[in-house]
């Protein structure tokens, strides 16, 4: 008997871990991204990568300045805004 609460024990504690993983959201798209960096001014994109959990957006605004963007990829926001 006691071998058999061991692997419902170690059954359980697996399907746990798993639930938690599957519930992970998944990161935006990049066009949701370039509509966040877009709502801020930026105006014309030259570079977009992204790097684990966050969007890399440079580009120019309106006035020609040059922007840089560090958007959370999972929930879109804004972390860092360079000008």
Do not use: C
């Not at 957006?57 to 860092?80: C, H, P, W």
Request: proline share 1%; glycine share 8%.
């Amino acid at each position: 008997m006691r071998k058999y609460m061991m692997a419902i024990v170690a059954a359980a504690a697996l399907g746990l871990t798993q639930s938690a993983m599957a519930y992970e959201a998944d990161p935006i798209s990049m066009q949701i991204a370039l509509r966040v960096a877009s709502d801020l001014g930026l105006s014309t994109v030259s570079y977009t990568e992204l790097n684990g959990d966050q969007w890399e957006i440079q580009g120019k605004d309106t006035s020609g300045r040059f922007m840089t963007l560090y958007i959370d990829a999972r929930s879109g926001e804004v972390r860092n805004l360079y000008r």
